[in-house]
């Protein structure tokens, strides 16, 4: 699919708010936005409209059939949002994993406290002396 998005001449381009957009100025777009600025969502949905509404489509007429450009950007815009979920995903789940890890290590450095506390001052001073 990228092999033939970067064959085909002239170069394909994006069209969004910000103006025609490369394949490579997909990747910095967010996947949505609320205050309407360029996203991927917006532009795989302007994508779909354009698929769904072409009416130029024959299954009988071999040269009329959907416009294979349209469809390839469409395809192109969908493979990057599903990575970027797919990478979203992932840094949720490795957040999640940190925030549990610095929750056990706040309780076994509590659990280690209770047990110096439980010590009598002599007992201290002699684990002091042992350094």
């Known amino acids: ?24 100025d997909l990747w910095d777009l967010p996947l949505t936005s609320k205050i309407n600025n360029s996203n991927l969502d917006d532009i ?10 072409d009416d130029d489509v024959s299954f009988v007429d071999k040269d009329k059939k959907s416009d294979e450009i349209v469809q390839l950007k469409f395809d192109i815009v ?21 925030e549990k890890k610095q929750r056990i290590l706040q309780a076994l450095a ?5 047990e110096f506390e439980a010590k009598t001052p002599e007992e201290l001073r002699a684990m002091l002396v042992d350094l």
Request: hydrophobic share 35%; glycine share 2%.
């Open 110 to 114: 509590a659990s280690e406290n209770k």
């Open 44 to 53: 795989a949905r302007d994508l779909h409209k354009q698929l769904k509404n």
């Open 78 to 98: 969908k493979h990057i949002i599903e990575y970027k979920l797919t990478q979203n995903a992932a840094k949720a789940e490795a957040n999640t994993k940190a």
């Open 1 to 24: 699919m990228f092999e033939k998005i970067s064959r085909i001449r002239p170069k394909i381009r994006f069209n969004c708010s910000k103006g025609d957009l490369s394949v490579e």
